[in-house]
């Protein structure tokens, strides 16, 4: 089976660094993706791991570490638009092809 | 067009009917997926074409769901006999390629049909 571990709820206040965490234990793993959902809305893709290591990309940056089925979400200098769902997702084999299997997301609120 | 649409934008029907939810991916992704999100939960995996065959079909819930793509574009998830367990948001979501290999192959998702069974 399938288990994807994040916090449900999270508060930060703005321009603060906020770390969202995210444990999975899966038949096989090919990556890991993080989705931005806004409420409302459909997610967005934020970043995709594969390799161990910090992935950056302007204000967000994504960290893995296979050993320990773990990652996080950095977000830097947090501002209102922020506030969202965090989606952690893995993607596994299944038959023959792969499928992606998200967390149940953490909502982040961003506060003055 | 630009992105996945999905129509319609909203469904509301009553216990026991049939629904078609309809998905158009992006212009030339061959891969295209369909999700349902309950209210507080990340979106959960029913169905992934690759063209026009279904690749995995493992997270159709039951018989009363099913999917084609004839032409391995436009999509139809179908429910018959609906029950109001089936109330959540469908997502549909499309990719260049499929989830095979070592390319991420990015998903972008529709903005989703919200079905309400009463």
């Known amino acids: 089976g399938q288990n994807i571990d994040q916090p449900t709820e999270m508060t930060a206040t703005e321009g603060a660094i906020v770390q969202i965490n995210c444990t999975y234990q899966t038949s096989g793993f090919n990556g890991l993706f993080w989705y931005q959902q806004h409420a409302g809305e459909a997610p967005t893709f934020l970043s995709y791991?594969?390799?161990?290591g910090l992935e950056e990309k302007g204000r967000f940056s994504s960290f893995l570490s296979r050993s320990k089925g773990y990652s996080y979400l950095l977000l830097k200098e947090l501002q209102m638009k922020d506030s969202a769902s965090y989606l952690c997702?893995?993607?596994?084999?299944?038959?023959?092809?792969?499928?992606?299997?998200f967390g149940t997301g953490t909502k982040l609120q961003v506060i003055p | 067009g630009a992105g996945v649409s999905q129509t319609p934008s909203n469904k509301v029907t009553e216990k026991g009917k049939y629904v078609e939810l309809r998905c158009d991916p992006i212009s030339g992704h061959t891969a295209l997926y369909w999700y349902r999100q309950s209210l507080g939960q990340g979106p959960e995996f029913l169905i992934y074409?690759?063209?026009?065959?279904?690749?995995?079909d493992s997270g159709l819930p039951n018989d009363r769901f099913f999917a084609v793509r004839p032409e391995g574009s436009v999509s139809t998830l179908k429910i018959q006999r609906t029950e109001r367990g089936d109330s959540a948001v469908y997502l549909c979501a499309s990719s260049l390629t499929g989830l095979g290999g070592t390319s991420y192959n990015e998903q972008f998702f529709g903005p989703g049909t919200r079905l309400t069974v009463l």
């Open positions: 997702a893995v993607r596994v084999p299944s038959g023959g092809y792969q499928k992606v299997t």
């Open positions: 791991n594969v390799l161990d």
């Open positions: 074409f690759q063209g026009t065959g279904a690749a995995d």
